[in-house]
């Protein structure tokens, strides 16, 4: 049974989906968690949804790619249970939509703002609080098995998703010294409100779980789990690693 009594971690993107799923899985082992999001009402129900199941959390309204809103926002999280024991970096945000020809410069950078840029930002003030704290801690970037497969269509999403497991290993190797375990998460096809286009779309829909050996998208609740493991502090030799869970889409 994994113990995360007395335990704190930031999820930025905790107010649904994938990130939602992930704090469940904290609380539910004990542990307390600050869900970032752009939208306040969806933070209050987040953390209705949290507290329901018995555990403590607090939410913050906080745009990652905002570098001053990225560093108040941690310094309060930091403020609400006393401490931060990790974080995990999982906003983000689709790409525009449009052939790879006809992308402007303009929307590539969007992308990148949040789903690169932002993580940066949110790694880097969370790795501040753990070196300061001098506790050690774990530090998760959810990447996207877009980094493995290509994501044709969608470039700057694939992109940025697989500059964060660069990141991740670079930053494994930095932090180690500090007692911090870097991992990455890539998820496969869930379904959230970020995937809900690509759901709706019978071809596409058919198409990846005909490729998915267990036959279906995953459900958010099944990332509860995967969240409780990769805070669990007693995971002391496992960093800079890729945490594939995508139901077997990437080796079929």
């Not at 949804?49 to 607090?58: K, N, V, W």
């Not at 992308?111 to 050690?136: P, W």
Request: proline share 2%.
């Amino acid at each position: 049974m994994i113990d995360l009594s007395g335990r704190v971690f930031v999820i930025t993107g905790g107010n649904g989906g994938i990130g939602l799923g992930m704090a469940e899985g904290i609380v539910m082992a004990g542990g307390s968690v600050v869900v970032w999001g752009r939208r306040e009402e969806k933070n209050a129900d987040a953390v209705a949804t949290l507290e329901d199941l018995g555990g403590e959390a607090a939410a913050y309204v906080c745009d990652i790619s905002d570098e001053a809103q990225v560093i108040e926002t941690m310094a309060r999280s930091r403020e609400t249970f006393g401490r931060i024991d990790g974080l995990f970096a999982n906003a983000g945000r689709n790409g525009p939509g449009t052939a790879f020809v006809d992308t402007s410069l303009e929307d590539w950078r969007a992308v990148m703002a949040t789903n690169l840029d932002g993580v940066f930002l949110t790694l880097r003030e969370a790795a501040k609080v753990l070196i300061d704290q001098g506790d050690g801690g774990s530090l998760v970037a959810v990447s996207s098995t877009s980094a493995i497969h290509g994501a044709a269509g969608n470039e700057a999403y694939g992109t940025a998703k697989t500059g964060l497991n660069g990141l991740v290993r670079a930053l494994a190797v930095a932090l180690a010294r500090h007692g911090i375990r870097v991992n990455s998460l890539l998820p496969g096809w869930t379904i959230t409100e970020l995937a809900s286009r690509a759901y709706a779309r019978d071809i596409f829909r058919d198409a990846t779980i005909k490729r998915t050996p267990v036959r279906r998208w995953a459900d958010p609740s099944e990332f509860q789990a995967v969240g409780a493991f990769l805070a669990d502090p007693s995971q002391t030799f496992h960093t800079g690693q890729e945490v594939c869970v995508d139901g077997g889409y990437t080796v079929f």
